[in-house]
């Protein structure tokens, strides 16, 4: 753990609660004070008509002023309440990721593929997962870009190069990143939000439509003015301003049934409204110096302005259409304003006017989250360092290399350089750390091949596709047998070598055959991906497949996990080494668990 990263975060979480706390005393003597105004409002137009005192009727007037002020201030410590809230969250899962703990976080099990080229063996999904401890992202978009990426693999040198320069930017700011994530905390993001509001905007709106509407807001409110003060100057009879109340009331109930219905499409939205206005307010406001980020802020410019001005329209919008529910309400805003066609042509205004950006827009904010997530990781792990890619198919050569979910108090790293060689056979005795070094691999290249620092020293490779198989498995369902079901896997996998420069982890292949069967044919196997333009390593107990670096003395070397026995007990360095691996350990396992007699 980082020291000095928990300490800035325990002491932002300290002022944080202060502030809260604060805000909370204040938001609690506002409520007592508006129940007091609206008393003494009470008690004085009481008083008024019992006694017509005027200065009490002022006095009155001046509560009930008072109290409506309280009420806008109330809504405003709400907000502030409710941001330090989503603050204290930020540095309480960024305190719990220091240890280690994100199991309270989503493990995007929703994007767990069984039958992709890799994710499915290298934890990147479910409980414990990369997905789980890297992902920062608030909106569901960004969620499923950080779910993309894992599953990507690859990129080219340049790409990574622009994405790694935008992480160390973001690193580096730490003040803005906890604010951009606390903006994205404000509400909850469900499934569909993103694609409803969408679908939302994409569907037209006709209501008040025409010049005859437009010319109507103009005329209709100004005219409702003058009859209202004629009525008080008795040069109108009150009948006759009731009787003209109708006009207003049907020209803005002609298509009031089609402004509810666009109304309860969004009326729900505010507070996703509210957190997207801040997330990207916060992209809009700052300037970037890597490219990435900063190609990707110039497409939240609209046709009338940028993305954060569009979404607090849209939001005074929603504000507006909320203010007309009750009927009364409805019936004043009408008569004097024209609320329902102010509104609606506002509304058709707007939505013709974003349908073409509001996608973009939430493409961006999950560009960000995406390079945010990574930023807040190199953050939290300083140790953590960037990787070189290069073209040059020469592989990988990492060096100090661990995995980035084990904590590094525990962590054993190991080297592993690519020197001219094809294939790695390893080997080693069980639990000697055989599949936690392959998994070690494989989840760095898929790091790395998103512009995130990975879990070693150095890691200088050649960006590629990734294959693995770890963890076929038979399904009842389908009528497999485990056999087969590995069959299919090694299948895929040759198929996805039609395409060249493919990186190879395997783990004990045709483990559903006998012995001898099962090392003819993966030493087969292993010469069949010889042939082509592919480059892996393969674990195996089955130590003839060692045999293979005698034949392709240039193009195979073989390397081991060793372990070590006492009188009692066994131990494990969990080293990397060269060469063919000495000693097993199955029978000295189920002797000590009594499995099967000691033998002499």
Not at 9 to 29: C, F, G, P, S, W
Not at 367 to 380: D, G, H, P, R, V
Not at 502 to 518: A, H, P, R, V, W
């Amino acid at each position: 753990m980082s020291t000095s990263r928990q300490t800035h975060y325990l002491d932002r979480l300290k002022e944080t609660n202060i502030e809260l706390e604060l805000l909370e005393k204040q938001a609690a003597q506002i409520r007592w004070s508006r129940i007091s105004l609206f008393i003494l409002f009470g008690v004085g137009v009481w008083q008024y008509f019992s006694q017509e005192t005027q200065w009490i009727l002022y006095a009155s007037l001046t509560f009930l002023a008072v109290f409506f002020f309280l009420i806008r201030l109330s809504s405003q410590k709400a907000k502030k309440i409710r941001r330090c809230m989503a603050s204290v969250k930020v540095f309480e899962r960024e305190l719990k990721a220091l240890k280690f703990d994100m199991s309270s976080e989503p493990s995007g099990k929703e994007f767990h593929d069984p039958n992709h080229a890799f994710s499915a063996d290298l934890d990147l999904f479910g409980e414990r997962s990369i997905y789980q401890y890297l992902n920062r992202s608030a909106s569901i978009q960004g969620k499923r870009l950080l779910a993309h990426e894992l599953k990507l693999g690859h990129r080219t040198p340049d790409e990574i190069e622009a994405r790694q320069k935008a992480v160390i930017e973001l690193s580096q700011i730490e003040v803005w990143r906890e604010e951009f994530m606390t903006s994205g905390m404000l509400s909850e993001s469900h499934e569909e939000e993103e694609a409803k509001l969408e679908t939302w905007v994409e569907s037209p709106f006709t209501g008040y439509s025409g010049i005859f509407y437009s010319t109507m807001l103009k005329v209709l409110p100004l005219v409702s003015l003058c009859c209202l003060v004629l009525v008080f100057l008795d040069r109108m009879p009150f009948n006759w301003f009731l009787l003209y109340i109708l006009l207003p009331s049907l020209v803005a109930g002609s298509s009031a049934k089609l402004l509810n219905e666009e109304a309860s499409h969004i009326s729900g939205s505010k507070e996703s409204l509210e957190k997207y206005s801040g997330l990207l307010q916060m992209i809009e406001s700052r300037p970037f110096t890597s490219e990435f980020l900063s190609e990707s802020q110039r497409k939240l410019v609209g046709p009338t302005g940028t993305a954060q001005e569009s979404f607090r329209e849209l939001m005074r919008i929603v504000e507006g259409l909320d203010n007309r529910l009750n009927a009364v309400g409805w019936l004043m805003l009408n008569v004097f304003l024209l609320w329902d066609v102010r509104y609606g042509i506002r509304l058709r205004k707007w939505k013709e006017e974003n349908k073409k950006v509001l996608s973009q827009w939430f493409e961006v904010i999950a560009e960000f989250e995406l390079i945010n997530s990574m930023a807040t990781m190199t953050y939290n792990r300083p140790k953590l360092n960037f990787p070189k890619a290069n073209d040059d198919n020469t592989g990988v050569k990492a060096r100090t290399m661990g995995h980035l979910l084990l904590n590094p108090k525990e962590r054993v790293d190991n080297d592993f350089i690519v020197d001219g060689e094809r294939f790695f056979i390893l080997t080693g005795a069980n639990m000697a750390g055989k599949s936690t070094f392959l998994r070690a691999l494989g989840t760095n290249w898929v790091l790395a091949s998103m512009g995130s620092p990975v879990c070693a020293e150095s890691f200088d490779w050649t960006p590629s596709p990734l294959f693995s198989s770890m963890r076929t498995s038979d399904s009842l369902a389908d009528h497999e047998s485990y056999f087969f079901a590995e069959l299919k896997r090694l299948k895929f996998l040759i198929d996805e070598t039609e395409k060249g420069n493919l990186f190879i982890i395997l783990d004990e292949i045709l483990k559903g055959t006998n012995s001898e069967d099962k090392a003819r044919g993966s030493k087969l196997f292993v010469e069949k991906l010889l042939e082509r333009d592919v480059k892996g390593i393969i674990a195996t107990h089955d130590l003839s497949l060692c045999t293979l670096s005698e034949e392709y003395p240039k193009a195979v070397r073989n390397l081991s996990f060793e372990v070590e026995f006492t009188e009692d007990d066994l131990s494990f360095d969990y080293k990397l080494r060269e060469g063919v691996c000495k000693n097993m350990n199955a029978s000295f396992l189920l002797e000590k668990m009594g499995l099967i007699n000691k033998s002499s």
